[in-house]
């Protein structure tokens, strides 16, 4: 799969984030080691501090499916600029695939790329 189909799948996805607090809606699209999608989208709650990322639900959702093993997750939002996983979506995912590509894609469709040990230098692993 393609960082540009991978990109399509989590804007498509992004439509059904619950966003009706900051009204800033993301899409993640997960793509497992066996070439299986996953998607996800924040979730947000009156409570601020029981919010979901959109990352982390795609990769729950994956665990949930039997699948551990990583290669690339692929993040939109409707920022100016792009929108980077935060701190806690970055170690959730080093729990899993530390050297994972994170393609993250602006509203003008421009492309970054970056390994997640770039994004996230001092991981905490066991």
Same mark, same amino acid.
């Given at each position: 799969m393609t960082d540009?189909? &991978?990109?399509?799948?989590a804007r498509q996805v992004q439509q059904n984030a619950y966003v009706p607090y900051s009204?800033?809606?993301v +899409?993640?699209?997960l793509l497992s080691a066996r070439q299986n999608v996953y998607t996800g989208v924040n979730v947000e709650n009156s409570s601020y501090g029981l919010t979901v990322c959109a990352e982390r639900n795609a990769v729950f959702k994956a665990i949930s499916e039997g699948e551990?093993?990583?290669e690339a997750i692929a993040v939109v939002g409707n920022a100016e600029g792009f929108t980077y996983p935060c +701190?806690?979506?970055?170690q959730v995912l080093a729990e899993f695939a530390p050297q994972?590509?994170?393609? &993250?894609c602006d509203t003008?469709?421009?492309?970054?790329v970056y390994n997640l040990s770039e994004l996230l230098p001092q991981m905490f692993l066991l």
């Open positions: 540009q189909e &991978l990109v399509k799948i009204h800033f809606p +899409g993640a699209a551990t093993e990583f +701190g806690a979506c970055r994972m590509r994170v393609i &993250l003008d469709n421009n492309i970054k």
